[in-house]
């Protein structure tokens, strides 16, 4: 089974820090996910990547950055945290053969106070 | 543009069937997807169906596409307090080729014993 991990479940930071959120996945996945979650707003895609090295900006990547230096590892970075980035964060991955379908991370509930 | 509908919240009695709609936008999409998320964690893949089908039956799940009308529903059988969560649908666009999936804003299922 394809497995996801995430590095912390829950997360409290304050204004201005730096955060860290780690995202591994075990299948050898080409392609990477960072989501926020929401509510009434679903999923909105930050950033993906598709190879080692290689990042793509999504729908809202205003105020993050992330880093993939090993395949099996994705990081989305917020270099400033702000409250307004007090949300779910989502992980996910997929090949690149077959179906398509992404797996996901158990997800990160992120604080900003 | 791309979009993913579905309504917001369904409510059902246990035992009853279920059935939750979407519309995508995207012609092209190559697989359409059935996500769901229970309480606190990520998600999970319920069930798929390739753009050639028009229906897909799964023990207790069965998706109907209209392609036509790019319509997308799941209907859940004998619905059970178990299958309260967020059900997202999702489509693969084919025009896309960066491996992104569009995902709806999800739709919360509440069943009352």
């Known amino acids: 089974d394809v497995k996801v991990t995430q590095s912390s479940r829950y997360l409290v930071k304050r204004t201005g820090e730096k955060v860290f959120l780690e995202c591994v996945q075990d299948?050898?996945?080409?392609?990477m996910f960072w989501y926020r979650q929401d509510p009434g707003l679903g999923l909105r895609l930050i950033y993906f990547?598709?190879?080692?090295?290689?990042?793509e900006k999504g729908d809202i990547p205003e105020g993050y950055s992330v880093s993939r230096e090993k395949k099996e590892r994705f990081s989305l970075i917020l270099e400033s945290a702000s409250t307004n980035q007090t949300s779910m964060y989502l992980c996910?991955?997929?090949?690149?053969?077959?179906?398509?379908?992404?797996?996901f991370g158990p997800g990160t509930r992120l604080t900003v106070l | 543009g791309e979009d993913v509908e579905q309504s917001l919240f369904l409510s059902v009695r246990e035992g009853d069937s279920s059935v939750i709609n979407c519309t995508y936008t995207?012609?092209?999409?190559?697989?359409l997807y059935w996500y769901k998320q229970e309480p606190g964690a990520g998600l999970q893949l319920l069930t798929y169906?390739?753009?050639?089908?028009d229906m897909k039956q799964d023990q207790r799940l069965t998706v109907l596409l209209n392609k036509k009308d790019k319509h997308l529903s799941l209907r859940i059988a004998d619905t059970q307090t178990g299958d309260s969560a967020i059900y997202f649908c999702?489509?693969?666009?084919?025009?896309?080729?960066?491996?992104?999936?569009?995902f709806g804003s999800g739709t919360r299922l509440l069943v009352r014993p």
């Open positions: 990547s598709y190879d080692v090295k290689m990042k």
């Open positions: 995207d012609s092209s999409s190559t697989y």
């Open positions: 999702a489509e693969s666009p084919l025009m896309d080729s960066s491996y992104k999936l569009i």
């Open positions: 169906i390739f753009s050639n089908m």
């Open positions: 299948m050898d996945h080409e392609n």
């Open positions: 996910a991955s997929s090949g690149t053969s077959g179906r398509n379908e992404q797996f």
